[in-house]
């Protein structure tokens, strides 16, 4: 009973963070980034990690890029929660050392949406279907909830084409 009561909290609350989310999603659209999984994967995955955490996670790749800058390449950043060595992976930036320049990419929506896009490209998940296997491709295994939300978000964002300016 716990865990439903708990699951159930779970998803009022996801279904706020998507309503709130829904301008950065529709300007994401209204810019030609329109992939329903890159889309559903940054929902699930800012919900996870509110803004608060990532900017700890900044302050952190700050001070660990001057003290144990091997150390770097394992944090998580920016809405698609990529690590940083994933992000060089991809092309979207030059190195996981920060930098001003660095965090500006990384705390972009429109990059985020790019890299976990290319991320999922190189795993040939961009149109998968199954939310098990696409939360198993970008999160490397099945994360308890995961898919379910990956569903959840998908749905949303096909419920809500993008507008064309006229």
Partial sequence: MRDLNATIAREARFRRHLRRL??????????????????????????????????????????????APAAARRISVGMAQLQLANW??????????????????????????????????????LDERDAAALSRAY????????AAMLDQARGASAARPARVAV
């Fill in 139 to 146: 999160a490397g295994g099945e994360r308890r909830h995961f």
């Fill in 22 to 67: 829904q301008p950065v999603l529709e300007r994401l659209r209204a810019g030609g980034r329109s992939e329903r999984n890159v889309l559903a994967i940054l929902a699930v995955e800012s919900f996870y990690r509110p803004r608060l955490l990532r900017a700890l996670e900044y302050v952190t790749w700050a001070a660990i890029s001057v003290v």
């Fill in 88 to 125: 060089v992976t991809v092309g979207m930036i030059d190195s996981t050392r920060f930098s001003r320049e660095r965090l500006r990419r990384v705390r972009s929506a429109e990059a985020s949406f790019d890299a976990c896009r290319r991320y999922l490209n190189a795993r040939d998940a």
